[in-house]
């Protein structure tokens, strides 16, 4: 993988251990290997469920000499065409946006659900929200009012499972009484003390909060973690252990993109009920692995009334069937196949492929027509001397926004307006824009446009 330049981004929203004694680092990596290897056991158990004995490799990073070495070259990446939204599985097509809102997206969402992220029980458990502490702080000098949020999951039916869903909402001090657009950001609440002898690299952008704040906007940073966490071996915890009383799941069972997105709905519930936020114009955000659960949230949840979706990759909005740095494969190995439903591993293995899926990433973010959708990444290909984002393909992240734009259209929405632009070109119909930067694996350089972007939407509504 070629991560570089989003370290400062990602440390910062996601947060990371305290420093470690060497007795502490020592049972800190011995406890990460159980764990790895808890996970690899529990995806040998699905592989045996399915009947699979192997999956292909995924794309290797480290040796350009073997056979399945990462591909960046674009000419070879188109494997299969992608499948329009519009095309019912029969091979009938949608015409008119009844036939849209009453067959085809709910086919769309129950295909999405066996073949991607697996489905939520019926009867998951209820989350009572506790407001822990309220807070008069300063960001960078602007005032606010910060609540710390507790959702506590009813685990009745299984009292020895525990699970506490974690969020923080920031809103101006001063509203007058206003209620506030916000962005839900999914990240980690601890805030990122460099340990002793490392130096992060300047970032020219201003803080993603402070833009924010400055608009008039709050914004909420939920963890995910503290719902699921992001490893194979907790399926038996968590939520998705605890809807399952501590069994491990069915094949058909939600996997953690799933379980993330909809803690991210359980946190829509609360800012619903706060008198501080305009729940009418609540966008939501992820990077990276947490960009596949933003758009996976705002696939199921039609209240996200705007999306920020940043270098999402295979899982978010990088088509399948497109072999272009990660792949298929890479998210049905061992480390990260718990992202998915455990149907999945089998388009990872002979004698299927991606091509025999019925969905593809410009199905799940059709699903979130009409509302607006920012898709953005680093370029694969920047200028000499800056940072890629080449693993995680935005170019097809363009291209599967761009086949969803038959069905925004079908509500009167403009497509995409240009065809794939370079680096540093926002491309913006209105409702949908793409843009990619030439500052690596990070959100940082795209958020004064999504902001303008979304601010331009909430608008209109």
């Known amino acids: 993988m070629r991560y570089f330049s989003w370290l400062a981004f990602f440390l910062a929203l996601c947060g990371t251990a305290p420093a470690q004694t060497a007795p502490g680092r020592t049972a800190l990596l011995q406890a990460r290997e159980a764990t790895r290897a808890a996970s690899h056991a529990e995806w040998e158990r699905q592989m045996k469920e399915l009947g699979l004995t192997a ?5 290797n990073t480290h040796d350009p000499s073997a056979p399945n070495a990462v591909n960046y070259d674009d000419a070879r990446a188109n494997l299969y065409p992608l ?82 869903i974690k969020a923080d909402i920031t809103t101006p001090a001063d509203t007058a009484g206003r209620k506030v657009p916000l962005v839900l950001a999914i990240g980690n609440l601890r805030p990122f003390v460099p340990p002793p002898g490392m130096t992060l690299p300047p970032d020219p952008t201003p803080d993603w909060r402070l833009q924010i704040l400055r608009r008039g906007w709050g914004y909420a940073i ?34 953690v993109l799933r379980a993330w997105a ?24 992820g990077h990276s692995r947490y960009g596949k659960t933003a758009l996976v949230a705002m696939a199921y949840d039609e209240r996200f009334a705007a999306g920020f979706i940043s270098s999402s990759g295979k899982g978010g909005a990088a088509p399948y069937r497109r072999r272009f740095g990660e792949t298929t494969e890479n998210i049905a190995d061992p480390d990260a196949f718990h992202w998915m439903v455990g149907n999945y591993m089998q388009y990872a293995a002979d004698p299927h492929t991606a091509n025999d899926l019925d969905v593809d990433s410009d199905d799940v973010i059709a699903l979130c027509a009409p509302r607006p959708l920012f898709v953005g ?62 500052q690596g694996h990070t959100p940082n350089p795209n958020w004064p446009y999504f902001l303008d972007f979304a601010a331009r939407n909430f608008a209109k509504s």
């Open 262 to 285: 909809w803690g991210a709905s359980r946190v829509l519930d609360y800012l619903e009920t706060d008198r501080d936020v305009d729940a009418r114009h609540i966008a939501i955000f």
């Open 377 to 438: 990444a680093g370029a694969s290909v920047p200028a000499p001397g800056k940072p890629d984002d080449a693993w995680v393909d935005a170019h097809g992240s363009w291209m599967a926004l761009d086949m969803a734009g038959g069905v925004y259209a079908l509500y009167g929405k403009k497509r995409l307006d240009r065809g794939f632009p370079p680096p540093l070109t926002l491309s913006d119909s209105g409702v949908l824009a793409f843009r990619q930067h030439d």
């Open 83 to 164: 499948p329009d939204p519009l095309v019912r599985k029969d091979g009938s097509r949608v015409a008119t946006l009844a036939q849209w809102r009453t067959q085809r997206r709910p086919e769309l969402l129950r295909l999405m659900t066996q073949e991607l992220y697996g489905a939520v029980p019926a009867d998951a458990p209820a989350i009572a929200w506790h407001v822990e502490a309220v807070e008069r702080q300063t960001v960078q000098g602007v005032a606010v009012i910060v609540k710390h949020l507790t959702g506590r999951a009813d685990n009745s039916a299984d009292p020895a499972i525990t699970v506490e």
């Open 55 to 59: 999956i292909r490799p995924g794309a």
């Open 222 to 255: 939920y963890d995910p973690t503290s719902v699921q966490a992001d490893n194979g071996a907790g399926l038996t915890a968590g939520i998705i252990g605890l809807a399952n009383h501590g069994n491990p799941r069915s094949l058909g069972g939600w996997g």
